[in-house]
């Protein structure tokens, strides 16, 4: 005789039958139904919590705007991956501006020595983003991770330092470029100012809070005539937009670093270039312009002065850029407060021997193998400055920073960078 068990629960499927009328059975059935509903009640509570979970990460991911460009999981693994240490004592750092010309050689040095590095950009177009994308292949092949997000985007920085402890924060970010601050001056407040504030912001309230070190710049001096630019000569007198700019950066960070215990570096660059450069400046035109046959604009300064630049070559850049996160120092805030004095550094980092421009042409000229057409123009009033020269002796004393690549040295290494990444093939396109 089959048990009450082998009738309510036959081992064939499909023969499943009830006999409602059965005593048992009705209380059996009461039960039963109660748990599907139940079951079903659980399921659906579990849908809506799943669904409320993707939506809170879809909305983390974004913005208010709703894009999904960071956020989730699989982000903040990928974060955690690139941002681990491979050396004792490495540092761990946010590198802003990571698809950027001295960003990228930065990351990729950090890396290269053991340190965990996550980077952040916006890929904006001021110049051709798909060179910024090629720098992004690259840090990826040596297992970077670059953001793609907004400095302005409060936040995504908030969960960055969620995710992250970063020990230190490299920020290049920024609008760069003198002359084109006439064409579109917010973008220079929205990057060096509002952006500045905003990474200010959150690396203050981070726990423990970062060290800072940023790209300020020889433009600060501005006006000022008397040479080699030390960094007690006076910087209140810009000449560009951009330099005020960076400028209002150094006062900003010096605030930071005075309530809130943030330590802070700040570097003035002094027209940094090489392999992986920046289209818009002089020396990368002109090689584009030479090579394509077309003229060349060189100014000049007041009474047919040439004008010079400390050129300043990127290897010797990212030398100071570590030694400046290696000798930062903590900062010294927690919760928001500051608990003791930390350090507020400033550095110039050029190469000590300025260069005028028509002598940069020359030596371009030289690499290329290719007369330059070239129209000598007075110098408008653009912001430009007749010449930079940098005294580097703090930086030398305390960064342990010594340049050791001169212009025709360095301008060799970017213009064999240029002729492989542009396809050239003995001066000529390849097709
Ligand atoms: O040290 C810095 O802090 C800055 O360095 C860089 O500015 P600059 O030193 O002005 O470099 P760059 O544009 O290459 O012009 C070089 C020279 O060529 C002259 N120049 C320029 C263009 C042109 O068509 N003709 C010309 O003669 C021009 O008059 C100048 O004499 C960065 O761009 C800037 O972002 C910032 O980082």
């Known amino acids: 005789m089959p048990s009450l068990q082998d009738e309510l629960f036959p081992s064939t499927p499909g023969k499943f039958k009830i006999d409602r009328n059965h005593p048992m059975n009705r209380h059996f059935h009461r039960c039963f139904a109660s748990t599907t509903t139940m079951f079903f009640w659980a399921l659906f509570l579990i849908a809506l919590t799943a669904s409320y979970l993707s939506f809170q990460s879809f909305v983390d991911s974004g913005s208010?705007?709703?894009?999904?460009?960071?956020?989730?999981?699989?982000?903040?693994?990928?974060?955690?991956?690139?941002?681990?240490?491979?050396?004792?004592?490495?540092?761990?750092?946010?590198?802003?501006?990571?698809?950027?010309?001295?960003g990228t050689h930065?990351?990729?040095?950090?890396?290269?020595?053991?340190?965990?590095?996550?980077?952040?950009?916006?890929?904006?177009?001021?110049?051709?983003?798909?060179?910024?994308?090629?720098?992004?292949?690259?840090?990826?092949?040596?297992?970077?991770?670059?953001?793609?997000?907004?400095?302005?985007?409060?936040?995504?920085l908030e969960k960055l330092f969620d995710v992250v402890v970063f020990s230190h924060v490299m920020h290049l970010a920024a609008q760069a470029g003198v002359r084109y601050a006439m064409e579109n001056p917010n973008s220079y407040v929205h990057s060096n100012i509002a952006g500045l504030v905003t990474l200010l912001e959150a690396c203050k309230s981070a726990n423990p809070q970062p060290a800072v070190v940023w790209a300020s710049s020889s433009s600060v001096y501005g006006l000022n005539e008397k040479v080699p630019f030390s960094e007690s000569d006076r910087t209140d007198q810009p000449a560009s937009l951009y330099a005020a700019t960076k400028k209002a950066g150094e006062e900003i960070t010096h605030t930071y670093n005075h309530i809130y215990g943030l330590s802070i570096t700040g570097l003035r660059f002094f027209t940094v270039y090489g392999p992986w450069g920046r289209p818009d400046m002089a020396y990368f035109s002109f090689t584009r312009n030479i090579l394509q046959g077309k003229p060349i604009t060189v100014f000049r300064g007041k009474n047919r002065v040439d004008l010079a630049r400390d050129f300043t070559y990127i290897d010797d850049i990212v030398k100071g850029c570590l030694g400046s996160l290696d000798t930062s120092g903590k900062s010294t805030g927690s919760g928001g407060k500051k608990t003791g004095p930390a350090a507020y550094r400033i550095f110039n980092l050029g190469n000590t021997s300025p260069v005028t421009v028509p002598t940069l042409v020359s030596i371009l000229e030289r690499h290329l193998k290719v007369k330059a057409k070239k129209n000598m123009v007075e110098m408008p009033g653009n912001g430009d400055v007749p010449f930079t020269h940098a005294n580097i002796s703090s930086a030398r004393k305390e960064l342990g920073y010594k340049p050791t690549t001169d212009l025709q040295t360095g301008l060799k290494k970017f213009v064999r960078w240029y002729l492989s990444y542009y396809g050239y093939n003995h001066g000529k396109p390849v097709n």
């Open 106 to 156: 930065v990351s990729l040095a950090l890396k290269k020595r053991g340190d965990g590095v996550v980077g952040l950009d916006n890929f904006n177009s001021y110049y051709d983003p798909s060179l910024k994308k090629a720098r992004k292949s690259l840090l990826s092949d040596h297992g970077i991770f670059v953001v793609h997000g907004d400095l302005n985007d409060a936040r995504l």
């Open 64 to 102: 208010r705007y709703f894009s999904v460009s960071w956020g989730g999981i699989q982000w903040e693994k990928q974060l955690r991956h690139s941002a681990q240490t491979h050396r004792p004592n490495g540092l761990s750092v946010l590198v802003t501006g990571a698809a950027g010309f001295v």
